[in-house]
């Protein structure tokens, strides 16, 4: 039995992850979740009464209590999904990205560091800290064409996308520099159930099913390379336990759509599940708005690297995940429900307007 320790497990992949790992007789799962307004404890109920499966709410910038936790728990494996994660906040707000996204990844790596060099060497060689990153510390690509491999120059252009850069950059230095056994992914535009209804899809199906505007920002025309959450979620335990340590691995799903295309393809989808009064469709909810300031045009993953070393592969297309995706919300108003009435009720984020 091999113990994980998960960060940001209550979020939207930790938690997907969470529901993946449980459900392995061969793991336990530790959660060590903030419960930031993104957080949510109710993404972990269908795995919360499990035997192998922990929460703990703490923050990872709280070094004695990481190293506490590490100490009693004795993970073999530390995924870090804890993070700010919404390019729109990091625009109104930027501190809390620094204050997690790096202050708090740093701290975690000495917590992570110190637990790592007490371990017996049996224990030291099955070691993994598996950061998860984006592909947004790349930057932006053209429309023509190209895509990131884990080659590409890092570039990154919103608060959220230099402070992930940042900890990534820090997570390889403690590999050069104090041997700390790592993994690193950067991940394309994740998708599905338990998202935060403030990102584009969630937001769109909710504003659609409360009759409200769709914003889409500028011309709608940037583009992002879609992938289900839980695809995600196999590529992250796949590259936790299989992947070489020092390693960073892209994971995409081969979906490039653009921002239209998505809103659009929602608004089909829902015209048939859950047709509005009087045959109207719900493009014509569609809204173009002012476009976010330093907007990266295009994101696009080169995923052969993890295809070719661990196998893995997406098994939903956009087309399919969206479905399921759009099904899920429908069938679960009891979890997003508190969320637009406490947390978020969908107003725009990250515009620079005052209003
Ligand atoms: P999310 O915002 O849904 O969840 C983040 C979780 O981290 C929340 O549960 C929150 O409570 C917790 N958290 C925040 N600060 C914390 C702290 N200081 N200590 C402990 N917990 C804290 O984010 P997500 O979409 O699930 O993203 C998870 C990770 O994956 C992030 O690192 C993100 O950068 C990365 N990523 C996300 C995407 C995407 O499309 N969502 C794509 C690629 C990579
Ligand atoms: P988002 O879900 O915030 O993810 P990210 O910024 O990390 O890619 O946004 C996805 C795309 O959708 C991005 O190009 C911005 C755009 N967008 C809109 O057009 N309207 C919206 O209301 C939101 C939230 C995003």
Redesign the pocket.
Known sequence: MSCILV????????SAVCRLISSDDNHSVVV?????Y???TSSLEPVAGNANFTFIR????NRPAMSNILQEHQPDVIM???????VDRSIDGPSEFI???IV?TFSLLEASRDYFEQLPDDRKERFRFHH????EVFGQLPLEGGKFTEETAYAPSSPYSAS?AASDHLVMAWHHTYGLPIVLS??????GPY??PE?LIPLVILNAVHEKELPVYGTGANVRDWLYVDD?ARALVEIALRGRTGQSYNVGGDAERTNLQVVEGICSILDRLKPRKGNKSYRDLITFVADRPGHDLRYAIDASKITGELGWRPLETFESGLEKTIDWYLENKSWWQPIRENNYRGQRLGSLEKV
Request: glycine share 16%; aromatic share 6%.
């Open positions: 960060t940001g497990g209550a979020g939207f992949i930790g060590v979740d903030k419960l930031t993104a957080g949510s703490d923050d990872i910038g870090n999904l804890a993070a700010e994660s919404h204050n997690t996204n708090g998860i990153s984006t592909d992930k950067n991940c394309s535009n994740n998708y998202h935060f990102k995600h």
